[in-house]
């Protein structure tokens, strides 16, 4: 964590932070205030409550410690907007977020206005801006995180809907052929891993280390729709073998016949997406699987997910083997309102083996920003990548997402990796 506290140039930061602002307020733009507040299931949070948790993030880690005479905006917004920094006090519970009626969108965005004012204002002084700068950056990473949980969440969110509404426009590719899949191989040999100190890292993505690697293949393309239907027509979720212990316990309480969000209808398989209901493409990659169902997949076809390492070394390239990531797409076009959706899979974070645990050496942060990912580190599943809406920039081949194993309405789909024998 240490990289993130060091001196950034202050005006491209000022840049940043106002371009990063006013992108969350495009992207709840098409949202009612009623849609603003729903809260579909635990895992989700309200669209205003991301909104006003990225500002409590600014104005309780930025302008409360460095900028002298500053009052919070309002005083039970610590409460109400905290996550989980236990460091920082009480919090109100996240299952009952889409129970907070008040404050409404309006005073949300209010409270938005007056904590960029609070650090535009810090930003312009230019002083001692290494104490505190390092804050700022960490923030805006941190919104980025939340402007992609806020597409997702309101997904589902309008998935409950039985209306089926659309977020806005969706603009389809033509449908296309099913691609054939390729293989691209890597030789065994001693790797470096993890974050080498240019640019912006989370903590979980340092300290860079080696690994050493047996020799393995990796696919170079996510699994298809049109290969998850052929899981499916094969029994692929009523077939045990296939399945860890826990991962068959939840697709039998669950009842997980296919991914989240596909239907049948008399016309055939449909997805909803964020552009509402649409028939189901083949060719585009499988979207909001679970690593339950990955792993499953992965078995049927007689493949294996691949390790983190294992990805992170493909999407950095090595000797005798090409990059992946040409179909990956890392920094994909935005979501943003008034413009076409992208479409309704297309990229895909990409579940891996690897359990989400400390790098070697890693160091949390002191203070309470040194709970943002260290305490997270168990029962999570690493995933790489980015996806369709993943923010431009905020993605890299060191980037470490992670959710728990059977989480499903993330944009997460797979890649196959195979050992070579």
Avoid at 62 to 70: C, F, H, I, Q, R
Avoid at 230 to 240: Q, S
Avoid at 290 to 296: K, T
């Amino acid at each position: 964590m240490t990289d993130l506290l060091e001196s950034v140039d202050d005006q491209t930061l000022t840049d940043r932070f106002s371009a990063t602002r006013a992108l969350t307020e495009s992207l709840a733009s098409p949202l009612s205030a009623e849609d603003q507040t729903v809260q579909s299931m635990p895992d989700v949070s309200p669209t205003k409550w991301h909104r006003a948790h990225t500002t409590w993030f600014f104005e309780t880690f930025v302008l409360e410690p460095n900028l002298d005479g500053y009052r919070p905006f309002h005083p039970m917004f610590g409460y109400l907007f905290n996550s989980y920094y236990e460091g920082v006090g009480a919090r109100y519970p996240r299952r009952d977020r889409g129970l907070v009626s008040r404050p409404g969108i309006e005073e949300v965005a209010e409270y938005r206005r007056f904590v960029d004012r609070g650090v535009t204002d810090l930003l312009e002084r230019r002083t001692d801006q290494a104490g505190w700068a390092g804050l700022v950056e960490l923030g805006i990473h941190h919104e980025q995180q939340h402007q992609e949980l806020l597409l997702m969440d309101i997904k589902h969110v309008l998935s409950r809907n039985p209306l089926l509404p659309a977020y806005d426009t969706l603009c389809l590719p033509p449908p296309g052929q099913q691609p054939g899949l390729g293989w691209s191989g890597y030789p065994e040999g001693t790797y470096r891993i993890g974050h080498r100190g240019e640019g912006f890292a989370f903590d979980n993505e340092l300290p860079c280390h080696r690994v050493y690697l047996d020799a393995f293949d990796l696919a170079d393309r996510p699994v298809t729709c049109g290969e998850w239907l052929a899981f499916i027509e094969d029994d692929g979720y009523h077939r045990p073998e296939l399945w860890l212990s826990d991962g068959w316990a939840t697709v039998t309480a669950e009842g997980w016949e296919s991914p989240l969000y596909w239907s049948t209808t008399d016309d055939g398989w449909r997805e909803f997406t964020l552009g509402g209901p649409i028939a189901l493409d083949p060719a585009q990659p499988v979207c909001h699987v679970s690593y339950y169902e990955a792993d499953a997949y992965a078995r049927w076809a007689g493949a294996r997910l691949p390790t983190e390492a294992e990805w992170e070394v493909a999407a950095a390239g090595s000797p005798g083997a090409g990059h992946f990531l040409d179909q990956t797409r890392l920094h994909p076009t935005p979501v943003v309102p008034g413009t076409a959706l992208a479409a309704p899979s297309g990229n895909v974070w990409q579940w891996t083996s690897s359990a989400y645990s400390p790098y070697p050496g890693f160091e949390a942060a002191p203070g309470a920003v040194g709970e943002y990912n260290g305490k997270f580190m168990v029962n999570q599943h690493v995933l790489r990548g980015g996806s369709c809406v993943t923010p431009p920039g905020h993605a890299r081949t060191t980037y470490r997402n992670f959710f728990p194993p059977s989480a499903r309405w993330a944009f997460a789909g797979l890649r196959l990796a195979r050992n070579v024998r």
